[in-house]
């Protein structure tokens, strides 16, 4: 494969390669690259804005990671974060740093992958900051969305009652890192010819390598007229969060096992790596799938939308927070789990 | 001084330790830190967004940036992009990566600076991400602002004729960092009495060390009634940033050395090192004063703004890029300068 030093083209050279096609396609988006700020119209709409940052080694490992992949998902997990709010995301900033390890070709499939999520989720690229690093690979973006202001879905609003919903399935993302991980081990020292073996386990791979948000549930719910009380998304895993909505809201929670939806190859593999399937879906992070809380009226209209679970319900506060086991048995949920940081 | 391991806090400990008393002060700020995304409220103006990386070792060397100096820099040169735009800076969102040689008191004097800067300029923290890093610090700080639509101030709107205006003095910025690189080389191996000469040079550490935004003009330019063709902030030096409006522009220029302004201490420091102090202030950066273009007919009024200096003119754009030295001598300008990148 070619490779162009980035050297060649300097820093205003490497923005102006990155951006120049660059369209706008928002309303909202009244200037993007090339001032010394984006200029963004929000009239009578809430501004919702998100941060993530993203570095080599901590977040992610190139050697079984695709650059492509890697902006695709650095930019949809920040996608998920406003559609957590109940909000639309519009425009991204991204800010790189980049080692001299990596080449303009490098840096062409990494933006390559971030505008197919910009077109897949219709945000626009309006700003963002090229600078060279002394080591690694960093990433931040900053995501821009809109919502109606009363329209927007915090932690804090969940009550006594209410439903508690997750979307889709978890510990998927988790097991699929377990399985790059492994199969980076085995590689090691293997020869050349030796290929992984993913086989039966694409799922899982595409949880890690290329998550989607839910922009369908956050569409399907206005659809139903369903507003959440309290709604954040699974980044650090399922436990971790439902606590976070349970502190803000000051309330308790009552979980059932027996209801937390998981996929066929997250069990299998969990099966294969002799690891208790439910504390992987429990703690594994990074599923980007929905949690959220709706009043107990809404059951009959919750449960018509497709890829939306029941998992349980929230309490009183002085009830605690209860994950009740296939047995039977009752433990208090605990965030175990999950942290890059 | 005690070390607090950031272990000891966990992430969400040290996002709860560094966040907890932070209070939002704008009407558009509606919720801040502690949800996936902070709420503004931009009704009836334009919403700016700016973004700048930071990253240990290529934009600060910690053995001579102090933590809460850097942590204000970090801040003020995201307000200067939006007082660029001819904007007011409202709301940040900090990210950073933190590797394990930095403590609790570390981060603690780092944000200690990003607060006074916002206490400074009047701009809430409203979000951030904080993750472990692999080696160094990694800054990344987006900064929104307002304007209203008519007042916004790009850099392509320079005409014939107009003046060209410079606030401040500039190759300050870039003195203070051969000042400080110096007494680094000179400290090297010394014995630990020895300690740094900055006697006489004060104003250029400030520059490097702490830089303001020139928020002062931005008012006095409202206040006269003047609104700027074109406008950026200089942070990669005047003969970059004068390219960028005459491109964006489509216009040429005519500067004159001898107008460019330049601080006592600046010429001193140029004249110890044996270097030309005209090339430091043209090509120098980070002195985040403010370049613009007004109309001729703006001449009475600007010249009465205490702190810009009217430094040449925009041509056509046939005539080209001209540097006119004090020997009546005309070069081309080019931009020759300061990259981190």
């Not at 010394?36 to 804005?49: G, Q």
């Not at 899982?204 to 007229?225: G, M």
């Not at 937390?260 to 879906?281: F, G, R």
């Not at 018509?304 to 009752?330: F, M």
Request: proline content about 2%; some cysteine; hydrophobic content about 35%.
């Amino acid at each position: 494969m070619q490779r162009t030093e980035i050297a060649t083209l300097g820093e205003f050279g490497l923005i102006k390669h990155l951006t120049e096609d660059i369209k706008l396609h928002h309303s909202s988006s009244k200037y993007g690259v090339g001032d010394d700020a984006a200029v963004l119209s929000y009239d009578n709409k809430m501004t919702l804005v998100t941060t993530d940052m993203l570095l080599e080694g901590i977040h992610f490992d190139l050697t079984y990671f695709p650059l492509k992949h890697l902006g695709y998902k650095a930019a949809v997990v920040n996608f998920s974060d406003i559609y957590a709010m109940n909000g639309c995301p519009k425009q991204i900033t991204v800010s790189l740093g980049i080692s001299k390890r990596f080449s303009v070709e490098d840096i062409d499939a990494l933006y390559a992958g971030i505008r197919l999520a910009c077109e897949h989720y219709n945000v626009d690229i309006v700003g963002g900051d090229t600078c060279s690093s002394m080591t690694g690979l960093t990433i931040s973006i900053t995501c821009i969305g809109e919502a109606e202001a009363g329209n927007i879905v915090y932690r804090n609003g969940a009550k006594e009652n209410d439903l508690v919903c997750v979307t889709g399935d978890l510990g998927g993302a988790y097991m699929g890192l377990q399985l790059l991980e492994r199969e980076k081990s085995v590689l090691k020292g293997a020869g050349e010819d030796t290929q992984p073996n993913f086989e039966g386990k694409e799922y899982l791979l595409e949880r890690q390598l290329k998550p989607e948000a839910r922009r369908d549930i956050i569409q399907q719910l206005a659809e139903a007229d369903i507003k959440p009380t309290a709604m954040m998304d699974i980044s650090d895993g399922l436990s971790s969060e439902m606590l976070h909505i349970c502190k803000q809201s000051k309330v308790g929670c009552r979980l059932y096992e027996e209801h937390i939806p998981i996929d066929y190859q997250t069990a299998v593999m969990a099966e294969e790596l002799n690891m208790n399937v439910s504390t992987c879906a429990l703690n594994g992070g990074e599923d980007y799938e929905l949690l959220f809380t709706v009043p107990i009226g809404d059951h009959d209209k919750i449960i018509k939308i497709e890829g939306v679970k029941l998992i349980g319900s929230i309490t009183a506060p002085e009830l605690g927070y209860a994950l009740i086991a296939r047995d039977g048995n009752e433990f208090e949920l605990k965030a175990q789990g999950w942290q890059h940081c």
